[in-house]
């Protein structure tokens, strides 16, 4: 067993270990936020144009979004479903990566954001 300044070296490592670990997932999950915006974009200008099926090209570049997110916050989406519903399912899960990446803070930031917007 370490002590004195051996034991807060080591300590020192370890939480800068765990520092890095924390960047680099909250830079994956940056980059799925990123991926998504991207396919909403396309999507929603589908969704203006009342486009019945998703051309090939966005249909590749949803399946590499799929990629990027985290297995277990990755949709269930099909690419025939309409495509408000593939909005919907990805908007979603954006929602989702954007809680998982500000931590605590976004449930109390959603509700003061709710509190400023006029009441219906």
Known sequence: MRFGIEAAVDEMARLRKLELERGRSRERVSRA????????????????????ELPEGLERQITLVLGCIPPEM???????????????????????????????????????????????
């Open 74 to 120: 990755r949709p269930a989406i099909w690419s025939r479903e309409p495509v408000q519903i593939l909005m919907d399912d990805l908007f979603r899960t954006q929602d989702r990566l954007l809680a998982l990446r500000s931590g605590p803070e976004w449930d109390e930031l959603r509700e003061s954001e709710a509190e400023l917007l006029p009441s219906a």
């Open 33 to 52: 936020i990123k991926a998504i915006d991207a396919a909403l974009d396309g999507l929603e200008r589908l969704n203006l144009e009342k486009c019945p």
